[in-house]
């Protein structure tokens, strides 16, 4: 623990330390999910309790990207309910992780497009959004109740290092 000196109160230090992870919030808990060092590994931190534990049992693929500059400025995951959306680490397919079972599903639908993961993702009424990447400027429209990829206009411009949201 280390010391908060506003309120001479000790918070709970993160167990490991790393960079390019999604993140969900389910029950009461915000859960870390891989990242650059640890991309098999989901760490939670439960709000009540003020801890954190690393959960013993690996993801059965990597979340995370291996270039440092990766998942720093841009959005490549995006939660809706218990489920956390990822592109996955090649930008070619959709994970997702269900943050009530703590189970990984990868390949869930390849990407048309391949994008990187300097594309970002936005979900709204059942439909994923994922948008640019790299010299990508597609949008590719993904609707989730039916598992299929729907066609849209494309952006103007590729757009890569940034953030969407609906």
């Known amino acids: ?20 992870r999604s993140c ?3 029950n009461g808990v915000i859960s ?31 979340v995370g990207y291996e270039d440092r500059d990766y998942g720093q400025v ?6 809706n309910g218990a489920n956390v959306y990822i592109i996955n680490p090649g930008g070619s397919a959709l994970q997702i992780y269900d943050l009530s079972t703590k189970i ?8 048309p497009v391949a994008v990187n993961i300097r594309a970002c993702i936005a979900y709204a009424q059942n439909t994923l959004f994922i948008m640019g990447g790299g010299t ?4 590719q429209r993904y609707d989730i109740s039916t598992s299929q990829w729907l066609s849209t206009k ?3 411009v590729s757009r890569r290092d940034f953030s969407c949201v609906y």
């Open 154 to 156: 494309n952006m103007l």
């Open 104 to 111: 990984l599903t990868d390949n869930v639908a390849a990407i």
């Open 32 to 62: 870390l999910i891989g990242g650059y060092y640890s991309s098999r590994i989901v760490t939670e931190y439960d709000i009540e309790e003020e801890t954190f534990a690393t959960s013993s049992q690996s993801l059965s693929a990597d």
């Open 1 to 20: 623990m280390t010391s908060d000196f506003t309120t001479n109160t000790n918070l709970p230090l993160l167990p490991v330390a790393d960079w390019s």
């Open 136 to 139: 990508v400027d597609t949008v």
């Open 24 to 26: 969900g919030y389910y």
């Open 74 to 79: 841009n959005h490549f995951w995006v939660q």
